[in-house]
């Protein structure tokens, strides 16, 4: 008998659990894994709380030994389009710590789990319309719906678009288009995203989540080690992308958000811009009946208490 044992890992049942609020997560009998984000199960609503939560996914399901593939997908028509304002408001009471643990560390460990801590290939389904679109475009395959409009929006609001999306851009899209879209916040239709390489195909709404399954079963045809090594050939570009450049990025769009009075809870919508109307089932706004001082002074006492 040996004088240790293996550190017990998740079960793929508590990794569910533990992630339910955020992600509807089920697997196949062969191991295929999809993650769906979600708000109490309508479209996503950005929160800090998500921004924390991707990147600990992606670790915990990308390194169980019962995961094959992950398919990565939001709700309906809308992938990141609106910031919960409750949520993020401890930006505003301690923007350096809220800006270093919750943005500049999570924001990070987003990508950084994604592509050097998952051991399987990775689908992304762009499902919606809006930005962060990112968080699929640099899984190893990635596909869209034929109706999406898709954006960088930092320069739109005054930032500095280092979080990760710059990477996705530049390496994926001509340096003279990455360049227009980063800084000019310009939308990109379904098409464009094909034609800039981007996506590898554009499929129609109604097939989208097929079409991913289609592609999930070819991969899975292929033995399970060589199908996983290659993977990490063909992921290796990514990983040195990360490693040359995130950090730097990352940090200087974290500066430039000291140079001006940004705050993410009350970052405008872009549903007007792309013509959405999502059929929420949380809260964007403030909670009714409150004010922003009110809500500041539950966050103080969330902070004291050491829960954000």
């Known amino acids: 008998m040996t004088n240790t044992s293996f550190v017990k890992w998740p079960t793929f049942e508590q990794i569910q659990e ?8 089920t697997r ?19 929160s800090m709380e998500m921004h924390d939560a ?3 996914m992606w670790r915990m399901l990308g390194t169980d030994r019962d995961t094959e593939l992950i398919i990565f997908t939001g709700t309906d028509d809308v992938w990141v389009t ?3 304002a409750e949520s993020w408001l401890a930006e505003t009471l301690d923007p350096a710590g809220t800006r270093y643990e919750h943005m500049f560390i999570d924001g990070r460990r987003m990508l950084i789990a994604q592509i050097h801590d998952v051991e399987v290939p990775t689908l992304g389904v762009l499902s919606g319309s809006g930005g962060h679109s990112e968080l699929a475009l640099m899984c190893d395959f990635a596909i869209a719906a034929d109706d999406l409009k ?8 005054g930032n500095v678009p280092g979080d990760g999306i710059h990477s996705c851009f530049m390496r994926l899209m001509p340096p003279r288009m990455a360049a227009w879209y ?3 916040g310009e939308v990109m239709t379904s098409e464009q995203l094909l034609q800039y390489g981007l996506v590898s195909e554009i499929v129609p709404r109604n097939r989208l989540m097929d079409r991913a399954y289609e592609i999930a079963d070819l991969l899975m045809k292929q033995p399970r080690v060589m199908r996983r090594l290659s ?20 940090g200087t ?17 872009m549903n007007q811009l792309l013509g959405l109307d999502p059929d929420y089932k949380g809260n964007t706004g403030l909670p009714a009946g409150e004010t922003r001082e009110s809500m500041q002074e539950k966050i103080r006492q969330r902070i004291a208490a050491g829960e954000v």
């Open 150 to 157: 898709v954006l960088d929006p930092h320069v739109l609001v």
């Open 253 to 269: 769009e974290m500066f430039g958000m000291f140079t001006d009075d940004q705050a993410h809870s009350f970052m405008p919508s």
């Open 54 to 56: 991707i990147g600990k």
């Open 182 to 184: 980063l800084m000019t």
């Open 28 to 46: 196949r009998d062969d191991g295929v894994v999809t993650v769906q984000m979600h708000c109490n199960d309508g479209p996503l609503i950005w």
């Open 231 to 250: 993977t990490q050939i063909v992921r290796r570009p990514w990983k040195q992308q990360i490693v040359d450049d995130l950090d730097m990025a990352f």
């Open 18 to 25: 533990m992630f339910a609020e955020l992600f509807h997560i």
């Open 82 to 84: 609106d910031f919960e």
